[in-house]
């Protein structure tokens, strides 16, 4: 890595008004997101001790949902900095495409990844928050549940990575964002609900993006048998698919990076 080159590359982006606005509006609504679940699922249970399902599925959240912030934020910088024209400038002051990709590369998977990681934390602050506020026990040091945050930490590394090799593969910003959204609002989650009706089509199923971050974020003690094979694979080899899945993006992005022409 090329120190003043990475610099350099950082400088830039932490210089663009829009990604900090991109960056606050992201957090901004998926933090609001959180608190109202949070409150939902505190208040109803007035009275009663919260499942250990439900709480499962309040911190489960910065991954289930949270992790399109490294996706986006990544994607975002490495499609602006090709797009404006800054990498070109990046790849003469490196002398190399290989030094211009990975300066672009860890500046971006950095940012998405610091700022996925620091919103899931705000989250949990913000659950434990609702909860304290409903008389609740927080229940997010136990053994399981703190596996469970720790694998959704590195979850948001690895969407940071699949957001930068997307955006430098793709290279279009609206067509990226709306690949990502038609996939995970309306495609996964049609396959998922006819996987529920289907134990060979869940097989499948259970290897996708979404299933693979509901598997990373759950509390493996929670939820009765149907809930449990719903989800899939356990937490580990679920992270450890995804984190392989980022790899592969890694290569064929640094293969297209190399390949073809900046312009």
């Given at each position: 890595?090329?120190?003043?080159?990475?610099?350099?590359?950082?400088?830039?982006?932490?210089?663009?008004q829009?990604?900090?606005?991109l960056?606050?509006?992201?957090i901004?609504c998926?933090?609001?997101?959180?608190?109202l679940?949070s409150?939902?699922?505190?208040?109803?249970?007035?009275?009663?001790?919260?499942e250990r399902v439900?709480y499962?599925?309040?911190?489960s959240?910065s991954g289930r949902?949270?992790?399109i912030?490294?996706l986006i934020?990544?994607?975002?910088?490495t499609t602006s900095?090709?797009?404006s024209?800054?990498?070109i400038?990046?790849?003469?002051?490196?002398g190399?495409?290989?030094?211009?990709?990975q300066s672009?590369?860890?500046?971006?998977t950095l940012?998405?990844g610091?700022?996925?990681d620091?919103?899931?934390?705000i989250?949990?602050?913000?659950s434990?928050?609702?909860?304290?506020l409903?008389n609740?026990?927080?229940?997010?040091?136990t053994s399981?549940?703190?596996?469970?945050?720790l694998?959704?930490l590195?979850?948001?590394?690895?969407w940071a990575?699949?957001?930068?090799?997307?955006?430098?593969?793709?290279r279009?910003?609206?067509?990226?964002i709306?690949s990502?959204?038609?996939?995970?609002?309306?495609?996964?989650?049609t396959l998922?609900a006819?996987?529920n009706r289907?134990q060979?089509?869940?097989?499948?199923?259970?290897w996708l993006p979404?299933?693979?971050n509901?598997?990373?974020?759950w509390d493996?003690?929670?939820g009765n048998?149907?809930?449990?094979t719903?989800?899939g694979l356990?937490?580990?080899i679920?992270?450890?698919t995804?984190?392989?899945?980022?790899?592969?993006i890694f290569?064929?992005s640094?293969?297209?990076?190399?390949?073809r022409?900046l312009?």
């Amino acid at each position: 890595m090329n120190k003043p080159l990475f610099r350099y590359t950082l400088y830039i982006h932490y210089n663009d008004q829009r990604l900090r606005l991109l960056t606050v509006a992201l957090i901004t609504c998926i933090t609001i997101l959180n608190a109202l679940i949070s409150k939902t699922i505190a208040s109803s249970y007035s009275g009663e001790t919260i499942e250990r399902v439900s709480y499962s599925y309040l911190y489960s959240f910065s991954g289930r949902i949270g992790y399109i912030i490294p996706l986006i934020l990544s994607a975002y910088i490495t499609t602006s900095s090709i797009k404006s024209g800054q990498i070109i400038r990046v790849h003469l002051i490196g002398g190399s495409k290989d030094r211009a990709f990975q300066s672009l590369f860890f500046v971006a998977t950095l940012c998405g990844g610091l700022v996925g990681d620091i919103t899931t934390i705000i989250n949990h602050a913000i659950s434990v928050g609702m909860l304290h506020l409903a008389n609740q026990p927080s229940a997010l040091f136990t053994s399981d549940q703190m596996s469970a945050s720790l694998r959704i930490l590195l979850l948001q590394w690895a969407w940071a990575i699949l957001g930068s090799g997307f955006g430098i593969i793709i290279r279009n910003q609206t067509l990226l964002i709306s690949s990502v959204l038609a996939f995970s609002l309306f495609i996964e989650p049609t396959l998922s609900a006819a996987s529920n009706r289907s134990q060979h089509l869940m097989y499948f199923t259970k290897w996708l993006p979404g299933p693979l971050n509901w598997a990373c974020s759950w509390d493996a003690g929670a939820g009765n048998t149907n809930i449990k094979t719903a989800i899939g694979l356990p937490g580990t080899i679920a992270l450890l698919t995804i984190f392989l899945y980022a790899g592969s993006i890694f290569s064929a992005s640094y293969y297209y990076f190399t390949k073809r022409a900046l312009k």
